[in-house]
Each structure stands twice: as structure tokens, then as C-alpha cells.
């Protein structure tokens, strides 16, 4: 079993930090554990992290991947601002709500930025389908209830009550103390 956590390269928040504590504490703890840059291109990997997140990795080149096993035996932690962005179709899938409002803030702005295009048409087509579907309320049920998704993280009162109100998988506490 190997627990690959999906994080956005050279992104450094508090999010982010978050992501890569996780990974440390997994590690110190004898667990096969690995960073996903997801859609990182250079082969340089220890020009993908953030200078401050450095001193989570013992071993850059074993413990970052740019690619991750799809096998229902591993683990891939995803963080809200990436659900429904990485597709997979057999690894267990763990939504870590890091923030319920950045999930949909950060839906909101892809769709926003999808809708114009340089054919008048298809604009047409993408401010009716956007006024018709209401995204991202339309698109949750697809990409929060995948048949893969194992459980979902939270670290506040605030998702707890998103997931509940939803009727996610398998809600699990896991603070921003680690």
C-alpha cells in the first residue's frame, strides 16, 4: 500500500504546508508515502517544491512523484481544490476538505475562465449550459460520490457539516495540527 498526497508544485500556503506535513508524518511513521506534483513537467524534482517545504523530505527524488499507481491497493489524498481535477479510476480516493469555499470558488473561476472561446457559437452554447446547470451545484454528486472515493477528511465544524449535509463517504477528523 502506498499513500500518494496530490499537491499543486511550487504552491506554497498554508494548504499546501498542510499537504506536506502530512506526507512528513506519514513517513516518520514507516508508511510508503509520496508527494504527487500533479501536471509538473520538469524533470528536476527538487525544482518543484517550494523552498520552504524543503525540510519535510528526507529523499526528493524517492519521495516526490510526477505520476501515481491507479491500483485499488494505494491511496491518493486530494485536496478540495483538486476534486474532479485528477482523474483515476481504481485507487481509493481521500477528499481532504482543507476549505469547503475554496472547492467552490476554485470550480467557479475554472468555469468562469472555460466560457469564452473563439467561436461566438460555442459561447452561446457555454452561457446557456452555465445558466442552465448552475455550476458547480450540477457537476457535486459526479465528482464528490466517484465509486473509489474512500473517505473524506475534514478540519473544521464547518465541512463536517458540508459533508454530512451532503452524504459523503466516510467522514474522518484530520486537524491542521498533525
Given amino acids: 500500500m502506498s499513500i500518494y498526497i496530490a499537491c499543486p508544485p511550487l504552491f506554497a500556503t498554508g494548504g499546501t504546508e498542510l499537504l506536506h506535513q502530512l506526507h512528513q508524518k506519514l513517513k516518520q511513521r514507516g508508511i510508503d508515502s509520496y508527494i504527487y506534483y500533479y501536471d509538473a513537467i520538469q524533470s528536476n524534482k527538487e525544482d518543484l517544491i517550494?523552498?520552504?517545504?524543503?525540510?519535510?523530505?528526507?529523499?526528493?527524488?524517492?519521495?516526490?512523484?510526477?505520476?501515481?499507481?491507479?491500483?485499488?491497493?494505494?491511496?491518493?489524498?486530494?485536496?478540495?481544490?483538486l476534486i474532479g481535477k485528477i482523474k483515476s479510476s481504481e485507487i481509493k480516493l481521500c477528499h481532504w476538505w482543507l476549505s469547503v469555499d475554496n472547492f467552490f470558488k476554485d470550480k467557479w473561476l475554472l468555469k468562469q475562465n472555460l466560457i469564452f472561446s473563439?467561436?461566438?457559437?460555442?459561447?452561446?452554447?457555454?452561457?446557456?449550459?452555465?445558466?442552465?446547470?448552475r455550476f458547480p451545484y450540477n457537476t457535486l454528486n459526479e465528482m464528490l460520490n466517484q465509486e473509489n472515493v474512500y473517505c473524506n477528511f475534514y478540519q473544521s465544524h464547518y465541512a463536517l457539516q458540508f459533508i454530512?449535509?451532503?452524504?459523503?463517504?466516510?467522514?474522518?477528523?484530520?486537524?491542521?495540527?498533525?
Avoid at 118 to 131: G, R, T
Avoid at 169 to 177: H, I, R, T, V
Fill in 50 to 81: 517550494a523552498e520552504r517545504f524543503k525540510k519535510y523530505f528526507v529523499n526528493f527524488e524517492k519521495e516526490i512523484v510526477l505520476d501515481f499507481a491507479d491500483t485499488k491497493d494505494h491511496f491518493l489524498i486530494l485536496p478540495e481544490t
Fill in 118 to 133: 473563439n467561436d461566438p457559437i460555442q459561447n452561446l452554447k457555454n452561457f446557456f449550459k452555465k445558466i442552465i446547470n
Fill in 164 to 178: 454530512k449535509k451532503l452524504g459523503l463517504k466516510n467522514p474522518l477528523p484530520l486537524s491542521d495540527f498533525i
